[in-house]
């Protein structure tokens, strides 16, 4: 079944009315069974910390089509009441400095939104910007648009997308399964998808979003032509956390079924201190002149405290899923 991402066909916006005619399918909610294999993981030829490629066995799991949806995060708040990470205050401890040193509004509920700066610039500080009210309801800030149900949930940490998870029944991905899955029909090493295959940033970051390929920000679910295992938004659109500490580089002997360095051995040079997990696929943010992360072996590592408005995450399972009865959350 096809429906329209938007109804707003005659705005005068040449981006807006080209979103408008964009036709996004509604992709099937079960998950997709991958009987699991060996493939070629890793690259060796764009950045360091996406190599050694090497020859990776993965066993089978299922894997979900698409993005967990805002609908769906949704469905387990109202079920269990859960409040995100995002939407608590923030603890004078994580700073590591004298509380008085501490500017009072990283100490409110918030999260990390990307605004694109004045003068353009290679300084991620220039474009993150914590924003106090920002949180999976209110994805762009408390003054923006609400929670779009058919859009990728934002703004969630690691404890966040776990509990989720276990009462989902599922569990995330480690890093070689969720490659593996995105690696299907051998897309191309190193291009950009093109504007039809995958949201990302045409033109030059940050200052520049020619709108190619339809979407500004995050694009709902199904809005781009699905891989060849029939997942969507495997590259692009929002960035997927995975189970893996983050470190840079793989092991070269770590090659059945891996899992990552343990959490003593875990190292992000963006996040000194922090044990981050892996996320991978890129966002809606990757462009050529600054992050070519639209590609199966792109990684990075991710904070696990606090999300960002282009980060979520999609589970898989060890077995199929019951849908009929998802276990009460701890
Ligand atoms: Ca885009
Ligand atoms: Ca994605």
Known sequence: MLSACSDNAESGNPAEEQRAAIVCATPNAEPVRLEGGTFAMGQDDIYAEEGPVRE??????????HEVTN???????????????????????????????????LLLPGSAVFTAPEKPSRNYADWW?????????????????GARPNEPVVHLGWDDMTAYARWKGGRMPT????????????????????????????????MRNLETDGFKEIAPIGC???DTNGLYDMVGNVWEVTADYYRPGHD?????????P???????????????RVMKGGS????????????????????PGMGASNVGFRLVYDRMPDRQSPPAIP
């Open 56 to 65: 990776t066995r993965v066993g089978g799991f299922w894997i979900d089509r």
């Open 71 to 105: 609908r769906q995060f949704a469905a387990f708040v109202k079920a269990t009441g859960y409040v995100t990470i995002a939407q608590k205050p923030v603890s004078p401890d994580a700073f590591g400095v004298p509380a008085d040193q501490i500017p009072p509004h």
């Open 129 to 145: 910007t914590y924003v106090p009210g920002a949180n999976w309801t209110k994805p762009y800030g408390p003054d923006g648009p």
């Open 175 to 206: 890093e070689a399964e969720w490659e593996f899955a995105a690696s299907a029909g051998k897309p191309s090493p190193d291009a950009q998808p093109a504007p039809d295959k995958a949201n990302s940033w045409q033109g030059v970051f940050p």
């Open 224 to 226: 781009f032509a699905p």
């Open 252 to 260: 070269p002997d770590d090659n059945d079924n891996p899992r990552g």
């Open 262 to 276: 343990s959490r003593q051995d875990a190292r992000d040079p963006f996040n000194p201190g922090q044990a981050s």
């Open 284 to 303: 809606y943010l990757c462009a050529p002149n600054y992050c070519q992360r639209y590609r199966p072996a792109a990684r990075q590592g991710r904070d």
